[in-house]
């Protein structure tokens, strides 16, 4: 059998630690409440039109498959 005084001291460190948590969790709610009070919905412009982006990702998937193709080729053959 525990002591009483390691009994007592297991019940302050437990209420200890759920004191803590329930502080840091109230603190951590009324900073995420002020953070998103004070942010306003801002629309943002496109850095790009629709038709480079889609030349770019175009571009970016040529690139994978011929820097990865013969990889994938060579995996293949294998039988992987």
């Known amino acids: 059998m525990i002591s009483v005084v390691a009994q007592e001291r297991l ?14 969790f109230e603190e951590r709610k009324s900073i995420y409440s002020l ?8 629309e943002r412009e496109p850095i790009f039109r629709k038709s480079t ?3 770019f990702v175009h571009l970016w998937n040529k690139a994978v498959d011929g820097t990865l193709g013969p990889v ?3 995996l293949s053959s294998r039988g992987w």
Request: overall charge positive; proline content about 4%; some cysteine.
């Open 53 to 55: 982006r889609s030349d």
């Open 72 to 74: 994938i080729a060579s």
């Open 11 to 24: 019940l302050g460190a437990a209420l200890g630690c759920v004191f803590t948590g329930l502080i840091v």
């Open 35 to 42: 953070i998103s009070s004070n942010q306003r919905p801002q």
